[in-house]
């Protein structure tokens, strides 16, 4: 999450992969005549108990079939975008001052976070997305932000992260979920994939970063 970022890979190809309960699917994107499209796609089964709601058992398991998700996709790419599931985070909405120093905010998100958390903050991998103004309060004169906080167990995180470079590959994006599928429901595209796309969306809103999404 926090210390993952796309921007210095802008050019280069990335697979988006999605490790659910029960299959890893991949997917990666290429723009043509100014859409996107698929350039690859592949998926693996997983065997019972590698996943279990959402986390990570058996992970030689799991490297194992997104080696072979990526293998069956025909991509050589080795850069890729994870995400994790709903059940796995704590997101929460708050209000800091606008205007303030990057640095600063950090520090703000880092100390309103351990307010939300039920384990200890060294024991989280945090990240933050500023929403936008918030909405005035009765009497308030200085501007502020609404700011997304979203945490998640560092271990939890780590072990999808072990999972990808025991599978060959570089973790460069960590997600989430629900904020992957958002960005591929208002995409075209991934609904011409096998099933009708419905098993690939998530791997397709993670491809999308590649493009700064």
Same mark, same amino acid.
């Given at each position: ?6 921007r210095s890979f ?36 997983l065997?019972?108990?590698?996943m279990?709601?959402?986390n ?16 069956n ?7 890729? =975008? #994870? %995400?994790?599931? *709903? ?8 209000? /800091?001052?606008? @205007?303030?120093?990057?640095? +600063?905010?950090e ?48 271990a ?21 979920? =629900? #904020? %992957?599928?958002? *960005? ?8 011409? /994939?096998?099933? @009708?796309?419905?098993?690939? +969306? ?12």
């Amino acid at each position: 999450m926090k210390n993952m970022s796309i921007r210095s890979f802008l050019g280069l190809g990335l697979l988006g992969v999605d490790m659910a309960d029960d299959a890893v699917h991949v997917v990666e994107l290429i723009r043509r005549r100014g859409q996107l499209a698929c350039r690859h796609c592949g998926s693996a089964a997983l065997a019972a108990g590698v996943m279990l709601e959402g986390n990570v058992e058996d992970l030689q398991g799991l490297a194992s079939a997104v080696r072979l998700a990526c293998r069956n996709s025909g991509s050589g790419c080795t850069r890729v =975008a #994870l %995400a994790m599931p *709903a059940t796995s985070l704590i997101t929460h909405v708050i209000r /800091l001052q606008a @205007g303030l120093p990057e640095e +600063q905010l950090e520090i703000l998100v880092e100390l309103e976070a351990a307010q939300y958390m039920p384990f200890a903050l060294e024991d989280a991998s945090l990240d933050f997305v500023i929403l936008g103004p918030a909405p005035p309060l009765a009497g308030q004169t200085a501007r502020e932000i609404e700011v997304l906080l979203v945490a998640a167990r560092r271990a939890s995180v780590q072990r999808r992260l072990d999972a990808a470079a025991a599978a060959g590959l570089t973790p460069v994006v960590m997600d989430s979920e =629900a #904020l %992957a599928l958002q *960005a591929a429901v208002g995409q075209d595209g991934w609904q011409a /994939l096998p099933d @009708g796309g419905l098993a690939y +969306q998530l791997a397709w809103g993670l491809a999308l970063h590649r493009y700064a999404r």
